[in-house]
């Protein structure tokens, strides 16, 4: 048996280790790409762009709408009221054209001063604003009570209520320029005549000296009779006797002789006696209620840091005033 040999091909396969590890350019940007991604710093930066961007179109939105000046019917409607209000009547279109326009000018003046900071360290338009933002605390608590709201509070604050005590007087006046140095002696003689028996009073107005304010007073006050004839007369007035003249008594003007004519004690009034002051003081304590509240409320979101160590110096070191013309600076307002 015969054998045939057949040829066998043999192909020999060279391993390139330079080929296998090639890299493309699109495999090395992903490899990049993926490390970055999972960097915290990029993260911020990428962040960072977009909030910049953001802050970029709202600025530019403000801006543009800073410039524009919508005069609604609302605000028409106002302007209208106001003028009604003023003169009893409707603007005509003219005047109402002229309002407008008015408006349109106050503001233009209005945002060109705030946008060039005229409304920064100024102690006038800081308490204006002030005041503003406290009326807006106020406006809920502006309404009028109710009658046991109103009972309520008049018994808790009665004593808040009393009613003072209250003379009404004649009087008889001694001038120190006519009588001299004898006005003590004149008004002696005088207070005793006046206790006699035989006093005829008809003849008050022809005794005394001519006095520049009354010679009779109804029913006044310590504190009236203080502002009108000084400390030392009202506290000698309202320590003399009722129905009977005494004497003399000093004020600022001269010497006086008195006559109490009527005397009302101190007493704690009817809720009747007071109600419009006890209204007035109870919407007062409310709208001072409710601002505090605001005020609070407001507060809780600011940190205040205050230099104690200046405040100290300050307290123990006053501004010294030099000069006459700082002495005599108003404040502000």
């Known amino acids: 048996m015969a054998f045939v040999r057949t040829p066998i091909e043999v192909k020999v396969v060279t391993y390139d280790k330079t080929a296998a590890t090639r890299v493309t350019p699109r495999q090395k940007l992903a490899s990049v790409v993926g490390s970055l991604r999972r960097q915290p710093l990029i993260h911020f930066l990428l962040a960072g762009v977009v909030l ?37 009547r409707s603007p005509s279109p003219t005047e109402l054209q002229n309002l407008v326009n008015d408006y349109i000018r106050e503001e233009v003046y209005y945002r060109e001063a705030v946008a060039s900071g005229l409304d920064k360290e100024d102690t006038i338009i800081r308490r204006r604003l002030v005041e503003k933002m406290e009326f807006l605390s106020q406006e809920i608590s502006d309404a009028t009570p109710d009658d046991r709201e109103l009972q309520a509070y008049f018994l808790k604050n009665q004593e808040k209520f009393q009613i003072p005590a209250r003379i009404a007087f004649v009087h008889i006046f001694f001038s120190p320029s006519k009588h001299g140095v004898a006005i003590e002696a004149d008004a002696q003689r005088t207070l005793s005549a006046l ?40 506290a000698e007035l309202f320590a003399a006797p009722v129905g009977q003249w005494t004497g003399p008594i000093r004020s600022s003007y001269g010497i006086h002789l008195v006559r109490i004519v009527q005397y009302t004690p101190s007493h704690l009034p009817t ?38 160590d200046a405040l100290a110096r300050t307290v123990s070191t006053p501004p010294n005033l030099t000069t006459p013309a700082q002495k005599a600076a108003p404040d502000e307002d």
Do not use: C
């Open 195 to 234: 206790r006699s028996p035989k006093a005829d009073e008809t003849l008050l107005s022809r005794l005394g000296d001519p006095f520049m304010l009354q010679s009779e007073y109804p029913p006044q006050t310590l504190e009236e009779v203080k502002a009108l004839f000084g400390e030392e007369f009202a």
């Open 271 to 308: 809720l009747d006696e007071v109600h419009n002051q006890v209204v007035t003081d109870f919407k007062n304590d409310r709208l001072q209620a409710a601002s505090e509240r605001y005020y609070a409320g407001l507060r809780k979101n600011y940190r205040v840091e205050v230099d104690n």
């Open 52 to 88: 910049f961007a953001v802050a970029t179109i709202v600025e530019r939105n403000g801006a543009s709408d800073s410039k524009t000046i919508h005069v609604t019917n609302a605000e028409i409607r106002r302007l209208q009221e106001v003028w009604v209000r003023q003169y009893g």
